[in-house]
């Protein structure tokens, strides 16, 4: 069984009903998931907090500081898009660390998948588009102790650039970076990733899908990374409020399922994570995201002894 990772502070989070930010979705998902048998509660392992020694590696250590105490200023929450809060600082220092955790768990055992992260919009010294710390690009740096590690890709395909990984990984060669991205959205000023792929607003299944097929064996055969960790957002959706792509609940289902294959059938690890995915109708929403977990399963039936 494929390790999964979640904490319940992730839907932890007082927002207002007006709020954008669909909060209560990982506490859905983890349910549903157990209620569709899609997984097993033995699956399940709880991350520890992120430390501002971890978060500090790659992050301004008076921005850290700042916002673990709740001194931030407002101007830097507004463009975060968040209250500060206590409950803010629990469910993110657990969700970073939940990816880190979730590489680990794929080194291990050759796949593992986060209920949380893809916080791609935070930059060293600010936050951005409800992303505060950088947790892909943390986890692919910690990963780099790994004896066995020496090269990280991380591969996202969140209907949004990642533009705080493409900033924040600049100075780590041993750091791949790739966005597949739709052109026409946030954030308004792109910034330079390793691999940047733009798609024109309201790209179908099948470009789409060509798209990231073609660009992760590229990748793969170009820079042989020793661990994949994916964005798999689903804010690709013709349906999601902040997406402006056109892809199906089929062509979700698929694009997971090629990445995961690809790194199956290339013997790499693959880290996965449920990145961005807006919509008020959470049953939807909640089936856009299992379509991760039910690939997994298919193709990497792994047995681990954490799990078993």
Not at 165 to 178: D, E, G, R, V, Y
């Amino acid at each position: 069984m494929i390790p999964l990772i979640y904490h319940a502070s992730y839907s932890k989070l007082a927002l207002p009903a007006t709020h954008q930010f669909p909060t209560t979705k990982y506490r859905y998902l983890y349910n549903y998931l157990l209620q569709q048998g899609i997984a097993k509660p033995s699956q399940f392992i709880t991350p520890e907090k992120a430390t501002a020694q971890y978060l500090s590696q790659l992050h301004c250590a008076s921005y850290v500081d700042n916002f673990i105490t709740g001194t931030i200023d407002a101007r830097a929450l507004r463009r975060i898009g968040f209250p500060w809060s206590e409950a803010l600082v629990e469910r993110t220092l657990y969700s970073v660390a939940g990816t880190a955790l979730a590489c680990d768990q794929a080194i291990k055992y050759g796949c593992a998948i986060h209920l949380s992260g893809g916080y791609h919009h935070a930059h060293h010294d600010f936050g951005s588009g409800y992303c505060i710390f950088n947790d892909l690009a943390l986890a692919a740096l910690n990963s780099l102790q790994n004896k066995n590690i020496d090269t990280v890709l991380i591969f996202d395909c969140d209907v949004h650039q990642g533009d705080g990984t493409a900033t924040i990984s600049q100075s780590i060669p041993q750091i791949i970076s790739c966005s597949i991205h739709c052109q026409e959205n946030f954030p308004a000023r792109k910034q330079h990733s390793d691999y940047d792929i733009e798609l024109a607003r309201g790209t179908g299944d099948k470009a789409y899908l060509e798209t990231v097929n073609q660009t992760l064996a590229y990748l793969i055969r170009l820079h042989k990374p020793d661990l994949i960790i994916y964005d798999a957002g689903v804010d690709i959706h013709n349906d999601d409020r902040l997406g402006h792509l056109a892809i199906s609940d089929d062509g979700i289902y698929a694009r997971d399922a090629l990445v995961i294959q690809q790194a199956k059938s290339a013997e790499i690890p693959i880290a996965c994570v449920i990145g961005g995915g807006y919509s008020k109708d959470t049953p939807q929403l909640n089936y856009r995201h299992s379509q991760l977990f039910i690939a997994a399963k298919a193709i990497w039936p792994i047995t681990t002894n954490s799990t078993s």
